[in-house]
């Protein structure tokens, strides 16, 4: 499949899903009142998806590399703020497992795209 949008990128689409399943515990009841992390963990996980979106039209393979290192890490942000979610008991121990592998997730499948890109001369 020719990837025409950003919206095609399969990466994308898991990390679109981590970003709605952030919200959906990070808006509801003491999470919710806890702006700090909050706003972090709602951050970092749009990040995910906004540095997809961003690195997509850098041009180059190089630059979109660059980007997609950047989702990653995002994802692995929202991991380690998923820990103090769940130790101040925001969260479930099952709602914890399905965000943390949701993160694992995307960013497995977008470090398959940039190994892809990096053996690929710009396919785009």
Not at 69 to 88: F, G, K, N, P
Request: aromatic share 12%; with cysteine; proline share 2%.
């Amino acid at each position: 499949m020719k990837i025409t949008r950003f919206e095609d990128i399969e990466g994308w689409q898991l990390a679109r899903e981590l970003t709605r399943q952030v919200y959906a515990v990070a808006m509801r009841g003491m999470f919710a009142k806890d702006f700090g992390l909050r706003d972090q963990i709602t951050r970092a996980s749009g990040s995910a998806m906004h540095n997809i979106a961003e690195g997509f039209d850098g041009g180059s393979n190089a630059e979109f590399v660059k980007f997609l290192r950047y989702s990653q890490r995002s994802c692995s942000e929202v991991q380690s703020q998923l820990y103090i979610a769940l130790d101040q008991s925001y969260i479930s121990p099952e709602e914890f497992d399905a965000i943390y592998n949701q993160a694992a997730l995307t960013h497995a499948k977008v470090g398959g795209f940039i190994r892809y890109l990096l053996n690929t001369p710009n396919p785009r």
